[in-house]
């Protein structure tokens, strides 16, 4: 297949239909509260749209979790530290923005967090393992059933995006005072992108410990807090081929 015919598969792939999810009445309720439409069978597997726009949201909520952690430096990091925080909210920018080019939109832009996740670096720090594995787990399952729908430029995209937010998990346990790499594979955590859903609910709805909501602050301000570092923007697969 030719570069340009895998584009406009996998764009019309992203953008056909209305997101669902599937995983029972509680995920059918969450998702129908944030317009995600009717749940369809957890064996029948995600449809391109609902992985597209689960990850965009949890792109976004991880952008807007490193933004805060950065702002003002509230827990003290180094200076080493801060801009290896800045290089991850830049790679999580840059996941939205490719998910955004192939149709995906978060569900919210505003989220909850544990209520001394800016005073206490060990709620930070776990917080952010926590979110890590989450992603990791779930890029990991939308690479499985990329392939499973025969869509395998999407499949390796997801696959890439999957290998940075282990590298963000690594170095973050890093920054808490873990030892970075304990785990010969990243954890199989899920099957489907939407059985992340009950992951990200506390973040989105609040909840016991979790305060807010905490707006997304927006591609300008976090440029400017960026100052000009940023990571390496390499091509994703989907682009490539």
Known sequence: MTQNTNSRVSRRGFMKGAATVGGGIA???????????????????????????????????????????????PLGYSDDDLVYLKLALSSEMYHLAILQSLGGKSLTDKFYVPATFLSDSGTNAKTFMAAETAFTGAYLAATRRFAELGLPNLAATTAQHAATEAEHLALTRMIGGFIPNPNALPAPIYYNVSNAVPTLA????????????????????????????????????????
């Open 27 to 73: 995920i059918t309720s969450f998702a129908a509260s944030f317009g995600m439409g009717t749940a369809q069978a957890a064996e029948a597997g995600d449809d391109v749209a609902t992985m597209a726009n689960l990850a965009a949201t949890a792109e976004t909520l991880a952008a807007t979790s490193y933004y805060n952690t950065i702002l003002n430096n």
């Open 202 to 241: 506390p973040f989105l709805k609040g909840g016991t410990g979790f305060i807010g909501p905490v707006p997304f602050p927006g591609a300008d301000a976090i440029n400017a807090l960026l100052g000009g570092i940023k990571a390496f923007p390499v091509l994703p697969y989907v682009k490539a081929y």
